[in-house]
Nanobody, 115 residues
Framework: QVQLVESGGGLVQPGGSLRLSCAASGFTFSSRAMRWYRQTPGKERELVATISSTGSTFYADSVKDRFTISRDNTVNTVYLQMNSLKPEDTAVYFC?????????WGRGTQVTVSS
């Protein structure tokens, strides 16, 4: 079955960096677009970044020029490099894939940006 497992979250000071990873299994990773979302309490999940199967990327305006999404098809993993972090980036970050018409989520990883 499809599984997505996020890791790499934690506590970081404003201006710092983190790299999130999402290990995928149960589907042909190289053929699927992958997405990162984030959510804060009381708000809807927000699309952060997308990477297509061919490597094309899309970013939310709020993270453009600070975050970079990438993928390594040899290890079935998608990454989110987050630089110049701000307190408003604090959220639970989720990995997402649409496979055969069904959406799948990981359990998320907490990112807290605070001094």
């Amino acid at each position: 079955q499809v599984q997505l497992v996020e890791s790499g979250g934690g506590l970081v000071q404003p201006g710092g960096s983190l790299r999130l990873s999402c290990a995928a299994s149960g589907f042909t990773f190289s053929s699927r677009a992958m997405r990162w979302y984030r959510q804060t309490p009381g708000k809807e999940r927000e699309l952060v970044a997308t990477i297509s199967s061919t490597g094309s990327t899309f970013y939310a305006d709020s993270v453009k020029d600070r975050f970079t999404i990438s993928r390594d098809n040899t290890v079935n993993t998608v990454y989110l490099q987050m630089n110049s972090l701000k307190p408003e980036d604090t959220a639970v970050y989720f990995c997402y894939v649409n496979h055969l018409g069904n959406g799948y989520w990981g359990r998320g990883t907490q990112v807290t940006v605070s001094s």
